[in-house]
Nanobody, 124 residues
């Protein structure tokens, strides 16, 4: 059974940093694309970033480019999202999601396995 478990969320002041982790079981992440999505309060879910399988291409939406960084630790079978210079508009539930292929995508329908989410709150 494939499972994803996020951790690392919490409260942080504007300008602060957090690192989210996504631990996988039942699957090897190295060859598959994994992404981070987020759902702000009262809004729909949006893609934030992905790291593709094998070649590890990365992509970020414009609103987080230069502030967030996605990475994968194949030995630990985990993916991370380092979030710096956080803004109040980054407040959301963050989800990691797994695609059943190495092809890059930030389309929600392309992802079949989702974690339970972790709350990130940025406020003063």
């Amino acid at each position: 059974q494939v499972q994803l478990v996020e951790s690392g969320g919490g409260w942080v002041q504007p300008g602060g940093s957090l690192r989210l982790s996504c631990a996988a079981s039942g699957v090897t992440l190295e060859y598959l694309t994994i992404a981070w999505f987020r759902q702000p309060p009262g809004k729909g879910r949006e893609g934030v970033s992905y790291i593709s399988g094998r070649d590890s291409w990365t992509h970020y939406v414009a609103s987080v480019k230069g502030r967030f960084s996605i990475s994968r630790d194949n030995a630990k079978n985990k993916v991370y999202l380092q979030m710096n210079s956080l803004k109040p508009e980054d407040t959301a539930v963050y989800y990691c999601a797994l695609r059943g292929s190495a092809w890059p995508s930030l389309r929600e329908p392309d992802y079949s396995t989702w974690g339970q989410g972790t709350q990130v709150t940025v406020s003063s």
